[in-house]
């Protein structure tokens, strides 16, 4: 059904591809505030986590006790092959805390490795959240402005440092070398660029020191509710956000984005 409707609205991204989730997230928006009935869904939504037929490989875990400049220059790699996105999906499933999800919408992926070839880390952005009030107050957007230029944004929805690696400093440097980059690669591959990185920290697990280092902006704390948050108790995990605007007049720029 989304596909039809983006094909009949001519609702395309500017590499003229059919915004397939976004309008998905519209018509879930519409159904939740009663103004349309879906038809019942043909297959149930798969559960983040869920790793059936991701494949994990040996790989080497000899520790990695360095200082960052014994490993510089990085080698960042846009994971883009078969065989690398094998390994990033083996990767994230087995270390990082939410496992590995499917990919929804835009998104980019990147491996990163020392000067010598050893590997690291790896980093996930995905689609920005649809709604975020301490995001939305911090940009200062319309709900209009919103639904134009949400395409801006992306969400660093992965991060794993590989557990067998204690470099001091490590994590906030790649932040910064993928802040410098991560536009040009998107507008490379999407034919658009971006305005501003998100990503959602659980306070109870982590202190966000990596994103503080590398100058991302706290502009508040989620309350732990859902899409469905007015109507139910706090059910998920309450999230410090975070935001890195990759350009000085980024509310402007959002503003004046033209276009679905």
Avoid at 115 to 129: K, P, Q, T, V
Avoid at 130 to 151: A, Y
Wanted: one cysteine or more; aromatic letters at 10%; a positive charge.
């Amino acid at each position: 059904m989304s596909v039809e409707l983006c094909e009949m609205w001519d609702w395309r991204d500017a590499g003229g591809k059919v915004k397939d989730m976004s309008c998905r997230d519209l018509l879930s928006s519409l159904e939740k505030a009663g103004q349309i009935v879906l038809p019942p869904r043909m297959r149930l939504p798969r559960k983040p986590g869920d790793s059936k037929g991701i494949k994990h490989f040996a790989h080497d875990e000899t520790p990695i006790i360095r200082k960052l400049g014994e490993l510089q220059p990085l080698d960042i790699e846009v994971v883009t092959s078969k065989e690398s996105m094998t390994r990033f999906q083996s990767y994230i499933d087995q270390y990082h805390y939410l496992g590995f999800d499917r990919f929804i919408g835009e998104r980019m992926a990147y491996m990163i490795s020392s000067r010598n070839g050893e590997s690291l880390a790896c980093l996930l952005f995905g689609s920005a959240a649809w709604s975020c009030r301490e995001k939305d107050s911090f940009i200062g957007w319309s709900k209009d402005e919103r639904s134009r230029g949400l395409k801006m944004l992306t969400n660093n929805s992965r991060f794993l440092i590989f557990p067998w690696v204690n470099v001091p400093h490590l994590a906030s440097h790649i932040l910064a070398l993928i802040a410098r980059r991560i536009s040009s690669d998107w507008e490379l591959k999407y034919g658009h660029g971006l305005c501003l990185l998100e990503t959602f920290v659980e306070c109870d697990r982590f202190k966000g020191t990596c994103y503080k280092a590398a100058n991302w902006i706290n502009v508040g704390r989620t309350t732990g509710r859902g899409r469905d948050g007015g109507h139910h108790n706090a059910i998920l995990p309450i999230k410090d956000v975070y935001i890195y605007p990759l350009e000085t007049r980024f509310r402007q720029a959002l503003s004046d984005t033209k276009g679905m």
